[in-house]
């Protein structure tokens, strides 16, 4: 079975661009959460989608938002991006809401020049 | 505020040795999670503690969870190289905009020397 998909692996954006992130989650999965990860640090929770629907979220933010397909993947977008957002985004999927047999993608490294 | 603290966060051992992470963590949560992270790679789960007193072995590596305390240990049993790698403890978070969710240590980045 594949395991978490993320997509792009890498990309470099510039300072006030936008940014789409996207994540395929296990199948059957119908939770999928997203973290960030800034260099030298632990992952900080972003959101959760359960669902279909905004479950939680984290301290970040206006510009950060998310959503989830009919098809359980979903997206992360940043808007009007800053220095500071550059980092790995991990995403996680599972079959509940709970972080229990939550498994991680590869991740998508974000550079913001 | 929920917060989960890690020491010691760097650990350079030499292969043979043993060694103790620590885990302390903010709230009455009884589920506490270890992962470790090679540079550059995704999380991989090693542990899921779910219940006071709880313990789990894996190799060298052997976890514990003490709810009273809120402190969860990861010990290492003579300690070879390929251990080397950062390794995470996260709650999970029991109430808030982030329930269910985990909230992650800064890490431990263990170095193991021949």
């Known amino acids: 079975d594949a395991g978490v998909t993320q997509s792009p692996t890498h990309l470099i954006k510039t300072r006030g661009q936008h940014v789409t992130l996207r994540c395929s989650p296990i199948?059957?999965?119908?939770?999928v959460s997203w973290y960030q990860q800034v260099l030298g640090q632990g992952p900080q929770f972003i959101f959760q989608?359960?669902?279909?629907?905004?479950?939680g979220r984290g301290n970040f933010p206006d510009r950060f938002s998310a959503r989830q397909f009919p098809n359980y993947s979903s997206e992360l977008n940043v808007n009007a991006l800053l220095l500071g957002d550059s980092a790995l985004y991990l995403c996680?999927?599972?079959?509940?809401?709970?972080?229990?047999?939550?498994?991680f993608g590869p991740g998508t490294r974000l550079t913001v020049t | 505020e929920l917060k989960v603290e890690q020491n010691p966060l760097f650990l350079s051992m030499q292969e043979g040795k043993n060694y103790t992470i620590y885990c302390n963590y903010s709230?009455?949560?009884?589920?506490l999670y270890w992962y470790r992270q090679d540079p550059g790679k995704s999380l991989e789960s090693l542990f899921v503690?779910?219940?006071?007193?709880a313990v789990k072995q894996e190799g060298r590596l052997m976890a514990s969870l003490d709810t009273k305390a809120r402190l969860s240990t990861l010990h290492i049993t003579a300690a070879v190289h390929d251990l080397s790698a950062t390794y995470f403890c996260?709650?999970?978070?029991?109430?808030?905009?982030?329930?269910?969710?985990?909230?992650f240590g800064k890490g431990t980045k263990l170095s193991v020397k021949p």
């Open positions: 996680a999927s599972s079959l509940g809401w709970s972080a229990y047999e939550q498994y």
């Open positions: 199948s059957g999965h119908k939770s």
């Open positions: 989608y359960y669902e279909k629907e905004e479950r």
């Open positions: 709230t009455t949560s009884d589920r």
């Open positions: 503690l779910l219940s006071n007193g």
């Open positions: 996260a709650e999970e978070s029991p109430y808030g905009g982030s329930q269910g969710n985990l909230i």
